[in-house]
């Protein structure tokens, strides 16, 4: 796009939010405190819609009238609203030429706002790396978070202004890449939350009180990662499989033989341990072997105790690196 069209776009002051949940008031409320004008809000109920155009001081309208009114739309719906959305606002003719419209989901691509590309509107996701659990939990972390931005290139100027208001970094993400990347995203924060509860399974099987679980954890994940932030990864590793310790890792597989669901998890969590622990260097590619040897046995173990008859389950989640063959 040509210069001044970026600088344009830069100058875009009026935004509309369609969705009223965490993500969107959040956003409208630091855009609005950053100097931006909320045009007007809508959303699926009209009761969500007013409580935060009374906190922004604005209008709460029709879903076409926010669009109409907006230079810039963000759609923060439920990922599966952002589509119907963008297509009953096609229908009513809301969009316009030159318009931003951005959605905040990590799982879609531009792609979902078409009906607003075919009429005209730049069409964006930005998506911030961060996980919002209320309004103003999102208020406190959306400062300072990192976005990827994927769509038309029309609109990054834009984008990376929003993300400068907000404190952020943000990089680029070809469309075809995002899958990928949001499979990242969501084993990084969704399946560590799993990950600490089957933690947590453990040691109440290990019979201590419910009360103390949590907080006997934390101050080791907390720690955990303060050393993720402080030496990175593989440095940040410790434990048994770094060291290279084959028998405190037998003892771990003997006594998670009878908890089938936490070994399946512990295996393939193990075998990721020993790729990290190879570059780390701390082990030597034999005793990488060894250690990749004694997973994959319970492995089988585990496919036997769950259908004898089964040889494609023995070879899940077991194979092995080169250094086996
Ligand atoms: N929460 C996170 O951790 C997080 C992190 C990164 C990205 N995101 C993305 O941010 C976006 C919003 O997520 P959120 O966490 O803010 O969700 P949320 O709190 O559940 O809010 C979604 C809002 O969308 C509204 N909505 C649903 N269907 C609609 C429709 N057909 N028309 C108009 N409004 C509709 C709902 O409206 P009513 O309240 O009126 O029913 C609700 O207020 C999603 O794309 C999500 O993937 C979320």
């Given at each position: 796009?040509k210069?001044?069209?970026?600088?344009?776009?830069?100058?875009?002051?009026?935004?509309?939010?369609?969705?009223?949940?965490?993500?969107?008031?959040?956003?409208?409320?630091?855009?609005?405190?950053?100097?931006?004008?909320?045009?007007?809000?809508?959303?699926?109920?009209?009761?969500?819609?007013?409580i935060?155009?009374?906190?922004?001081?604005?209008?709460?309208?029709?879903?076409?009238?926010?669009?109409?009114?907006?230079?810039?739309?963000?759609?923060?719906?439920?990922?599966?609203?952002?589509?119907?959305?963008?297509t009953?606002?096609?229908e009513?003719?809301?969009?316009?030429?030159?318009?931003?419209?951005?959605?905040?989901?990590?799982?879609?691509?531009?792609?979902?706002?078409?009906?607003a590309?075919?009429?005209?509107?730049i069409?964006?996701?930005?998506?911030?790396?961060?996980?919002?659990?209320?309004?103003?939990?999102?208020?406190?972390?959306?400062?300072?978070?990192?976005?990827?931005?994927?769509?038309?290139?029309?609109?990054?100027?834009?984008?990376r202004?929003?993300?400068?208001?907000?404190?952020?970094?943000?990089?680029l993400?070809?469309?075809?890449?995002?899958?990928?990347?949001?499979?990242?995203?969501?084993?990084?924060?969704?399946y560590?939350?799993?990950?600490?509860?089957?933690?947590?399974?453990?040691?109440?099987?290990?019979?201590?009180?419910?009360d103390?679980?949590?907080?006997?954890?934390?101050?080791?994940?907390?720690?955990?990662?303060?050393?993720?932030?402080?030496?990175?990864?593989?440095?940040?590793?410790?434990?048994p499989?770094?060291?290279?310790?084959?028998?405190?890792?037998?003892?771990?597989?003997?006594?998670?033989?009878?908890?089938?669901?936490?070994?399946?998890?512990?295996?393939?969590?193990?075998?990721?341990?020993?790729?990290?622990?190879?570059?780390?260097?701390?082990?030597?590619?034999?005793?990488?072997?060894?250690?990749?040897?004694?997973?994959?046995?319970?492995?089988?173990?585990?496919?036997?105790?769950?259908?004898?008859?089964?040889?494609?389950?023995?070879?899940?989640?077991?194979?092995?690196?080169?250094?086996?063959?």
């Amino acid at each position: 796009m040509k210069a001044e069209g970026a600088v344009r776009l830069c100058r875009f002051k009026k935004l509309g939010f369609i969705g009223a949940g965490r993500v969107g008031s959040a956003l409208a409320i630091l855009l609005q405190r950053a100097g931006y004008e909320v045009a007007g809000v809508a959303s699926r109920r009209q009761t969500s819609a007013e409580i935060l155009a009374d906190r922004l001081g604005c209008p709460a309208l029709s879903k076409p009238e926010v669009a109409r009114r907006a230079e810039a739309l963000f759609l923060t719906t439920t990922d599966d609203a952002v589509a119907a959305v963008a297509t009953e606002l096609a229908e009513a003719e809301a969009f316009h030429k030159g318009q931003v419209v951005l959605h905040l989901s990590g799982a879609l691509t531009a792609e979902a706002l078409a009906p607003a590309a075919a009429q005209g509107a730049i069409a964006m996701s930005l998506h911030p790396i961060q996980s919002f659990a209320s309004v103003e939990q999102a208020i406190a972390v959306l400062p300072g978070s990192f976005f990827s931005l994927e769509g038309d290139s029309r609109g990054y100027s834009f984008a990376r202004k929003i993300v400068a208001q907000l404190q952020g970094r943000s990089f680029l993400l070809d469309s075809e890449a995002k899958v990928l990347y949001h499979a990242a995203c969501v084993a990084a924060s969704n399946y560590f939350v799993s990950l600490v509860a089957c933690s947590l399974d453990l040691l109440s099987e290990a019979g201590i009180p419910a009360d103390m679980r949590l907080p006997a954890l934390l101050p080791l994940v907390e720690g955990t990662l303060n050393n993720i932030r402080s030496l990175g990864i593989p440095h940040a590793l410790t434990g048994p499989i770094a060291r290279g310790d084959a028998g405190t890792l037998k003892r771990h597989l003997d006594a998670l033989e009878q908890l089938p669901e936490q070994l399946r998890l512990y295996l393939s969590m193990g075998m990721k341990t020993v790729d990290v622990a190879r570059d780390k260097g701390t082990i030597t590619p034999e005793q990488a072997v060894e250690l990749r040897l004694l997973l994959e046995r319970y492995c089988r173990h585990l496919g036997e105790a769950s259908n004898p008859a089964s040889d494609q389950q023995r070879a899940v989640g077991c194979s092995a690196r080169g250094e086996l063959s």
